[in-house]
C-alpha cells in the first residue's frame, strides 16, 4: 500500500485521510491546528500539527519520500498555493491539490501540482448529471466531452445482445465492462447477452447518454 500525506484536516481532507487509511494506506495527516489531529489521530498511522507552507518542516518530515502528497487545505488559498510550491520545491513524487476556483487550479498547476481536483464542483457535476439522465447511477467526467456512466440495463434491453443494441454506433457510447450482482465482466464480446440486473460500464459522449435517455423514455 501507498504512503500518503493529507494536509489541511477541515471536511473534505478529514474524510480522505480516514477512508485511505480505511483502505490499508499509510497515512500521515497534518494540519496548522492542534484540534483536527487530536480528532484524527486514532484513524491514521501519525497526525502531526505543522505548516505546509513552512519548507523545511515538510523536508524534515520526509514528505519527498511518501507516495503521494494531497494538498487539500479549504478556504486558505496562499497557504494552498505556497504548499504545493513547497512539495515541488523538495521534489514530492506525485502532488494532488484541492482548488477553489479554476484560476487556483492554475497556479496550483503552475507552481507544481500534477493533479488538480475540485470536490463541491465534482460533486455539483454528478448530482446534475443524476438528476438530467434520471436512468444513470453514477457519473465519471474526464474529459470536456466524454465521460464514464454506470447504467442500469433498462426491460427493453434484456434478452438483446450488444451486438443488437449497436450502443456504439447509435449513440457514440461503448460498453467497457458489465456489472452483475456477484461478478464484472470486462470487456464484453459483442454477443454477450444481456440480462435483468446487468448495470453497464458506458464510455461515451455526453450528448450520446442524453440522447440514450431521451429515446428510452419515448418508449
Given at each position: 500500500?501507498?504512503?500518503?500525506?493529507?494536509?489541511?484536516?477541515?471536511?473534505?481532507?478529514?474524510?480522505?485521510?480516514?477512508?485511505?487509511?480505511?483502505?490499508?494506506?499509510?497515512?500521515?495527516?497534518?494540519?496548522?491546528?492542534?484540534?483536527?489531529?487530536?480528532?484524527?489521530?486514532?484513524?491514521?498511522?501519525?497526525?502531526?500539527?505543522?505548516?505546509g507552507?513552512?519548507?523545511?518542516?515538510?523536508?524534515?518530515?520526509?514528505?519527498?519520500?511518501?507516495?503521494?502528497?494531497?494538498?487539500?487545505?479549504?478556504?486558505?488559498?496562499?497557504?494552498?498555493?505556497?504548499?504545493?510550491?513547497?512539495?515541488?520545491?523538495?521534489?514530492?513524487?506525485?502532488?494532488?491539490?484541492?482548488?477553489?476556483?479554476?484560476?487556483?487550479?492554475?497556479?496550483?498547476?503552475?507552481?507544481?501540482?500534477?493533479?488538480?481536483?475540485?470536490?463541491?464542483?465534482?460533486?455539483?457535476?454528478?448530482?446534475?448529471q443524476?438528476?438530467?439522465?434520471?436512468?444513470?447511477?453514477?457519473?465519471?467526467?474526464?474529459h470536456?466531452?466524454?465521460?464514464?456512466?454506470?447504467?442500469?440495463?433498462?426491460?427493453?434491453?434484456?434478452?438483446?445482445?450488444?451486438?443488437?443494441?449497436?450502443?456504439?454506433?447509435?449513440?457514440?457510447?461503448?460498453?467497457?465492462?458489465?456489472?452483475?450482482?456477484?461478478?464484472?465482466?470486462?470487456?464484453?464480446?459483442?454477443?454477450?447477452?444481456?440480462?435483468?440486473?446487468?448495470?453497464?460500464?458506458?464510455?461515451?459522449?455526453?450528448?450520446?447518454?442524453?440522447?440514450?435517455?431521451?429515446?428510452?423514455?419515448?418508449?
Amino acid at each position: 500500500m501507498a504512503q500518503i500525506a493529507v494536509i489541511g484536516l477541515g471536511n473534505f481532507g478529514y474524510y480522505l485521510a480516514c477512508e485511505l487509511s480505511r483502505k490499508g494506506h499509510e497515512v500521515i495527516a497534518l494540519d496548522v491546528r492542534k484540534d483536527p489531529i487530536q480528532k484524527i489521530r486514532q484513524e491514521v498511522s501519525e497526525a502531526i500539527v505543522a505548516d505546509g507552507t513552512n519548507l523545511e518542516t515538510l523536508k524534515s518530515l520526509g514528505l519527498q519520500d511518501l507516495d503521494v502528497n494531497i494538498v487539500a487545505i479549504g478556504t486558505n488559498m496562499l497557504a494552498s498555493i505556497l504548499t504545493t510550491f513547497n512539495l515541488q520545491q523538495i521534489r514530492a513524487k506525485l502532488i494532488y491539490a484541492k482548488a477553489l476556483s479554476e484560476e487556483h487550479a492554475q497556479i496550483l498547476k503552475y507552481v507544481g501540482a500534477h493533479h488538480v481536483v475540485f470536490p463541491e464542483k465534482d460533486m455539483a457535476l454528478t448530482i446534475a448529471q443524476r438528476i438530467h439522465n434520471p436512468n444513470m447511477i453514477d457519473y465519471l467526467p474526464f474529459h470536456e466531452d466524454y465521460a464514464i456512466f454506470e447504467f442500469p440495463a433498462p426491460l427493453s434491453f434484456y434478452g438483446k445482445t450488444l451486438q443488437e443494441l449497436d450502443l456504439i454506433n447509435r449513440y457514440s457510447l461503448q460498453v467497457i465492462a458489465i456489472k452483475k450482482p456477484s461478478r464484472f465482466v470486462f470487456i464484453p464480446r459483442a454477443k454477450y447477452l444481456i440480462e435483468k440486473d446487468d448495470i453497464l460500464i458506458i464510455l461515451g459522449l455526453q450528448r450520446g447518454m442524453e440522447k440514450l435517455s431521451r429515446d428510452l423514455e419515448r418508449h
